[in-house]
């Protein structure tokens, strides 16, 4: 059985904790890490926070390839909010893999337009 176990940033974690959980998922040695970005909802408990800046939010992009060699790094939700168009610089510095469409509680880009990110920057896309 594949482990596949995914992070959420952006609720006010500092840069310590980030790597405390990158140490953790190396533990456990998982086969997939999807990468969430918080995306404020209103009426949730963490609905007032500000989305976290474009550069912060890829400020993973490069320690996990480092930490976790093998895993298979999928940016996921709020991506588009969090990122928007550098997720293309994320692929290129060790992102592996997305997740196209819609997500548990908010829209994602549409399968098309995230196959156009991949191929710009010369990721191949499976079908």
Sequence with gaps: MELCCGALIGMGESAAQRIELLM????LD???VPVNFLNPRP???LGDREVLGRL???ALDRPVPVALPSVILR???GREVTLRDLQVMGMTAGINALIVGNYLTTLGRSPPRTSRCSTTCGCPSAR
């Design 24 to 27: 953790e998922l190396r533990a």
């Design 30 to 32: 998982p086969t997939e």
């Design 43 to 45: 009426g949730t408990p």
């Design 56 to 58: 912060g939010g890829t």
């Design 75 to 77: 940016y996921a939700g």
